[in-house]
């Protein structure tokens, strides 16, 4: 365990350096806390140490301002693992505007062999109604894929709003065919 004199930075660059030289020290917590999350995380050793700092980093500010530093293993558990449940689920920690994707990577959304005639999605789309059909037709007009917030930004109506109308309208999809 770190003395607690020795976690109590003042300025923001001592919290990083102090947070990166504790997750050096500390990588067993670091692998123990992310293990279970691992097999569904899209990320690299050099990924889940960068996790870390920030959960680290976080967790010496919260340690300051509660004045608790005996707590830093347990803050830093916490908001660590949040960390690795985001990792786990998908959850895209920087939104990469579609202008800065490589070119290679839209070149190969636009060679998908798969590309539906205008009558089968007619015909796909007959039992959606209302709102739920106008979701539809807006995101099939879009180039890119979209996310849930586009969605919901779109349409200004809340994120999980959106997530409902669109998990809504795919079970009607399925429960159709």
Not at 98 to 107: E, G, I, K, T, V
């Amino acid at each position: 365990m770190t003395a607690p004199s020795a976690i109590q930075p003042t300025t923001d660059h001592e919290i990083w350096l102090t947070a990166m030289d504790w997750v050096r020290f500390h990588m067993h917590i670091v692998h123990w806390v992310a293990n279970p999350y691992r097999p569904y995380m899209a990320a690299d050793e050099d990924d889940l140490f960068q996790e870390a700092i920030m959960a680290a980093a976080q967790a010496l500010i919260t340690v300051r301002k509660k004045n608790s530093p005996q707590k830093l293993t347990p803050f830093f558990r916490v908001i660590f693992k949040t960390h690795c449940l985001k990792m786990a689920a998908g959850v895209q920690p920087v939104h990469i505007p579609h202008d800065l994707l490589p070119c290679s990577a839209l070149q190969e959304e636009a060679d998908d062999p798969f590309e539906p005639c205008p009558g089968e999605i007619e015909k796909a789309l007959q039992g959606i109604k209302g709102r739920k059909r106008e979701v539809c037709a807006w995101i099939l007009q879009q180039e890119l894929p979209v996310t849930t917030l586009e969605v919901a930004q779109h349409f200004n109506v809340s994120r999980r709003h959106a997530c409902r109308l669109l998990h809504n309208t795919l079970l009607q999809l399925t429960e159709a065919n």
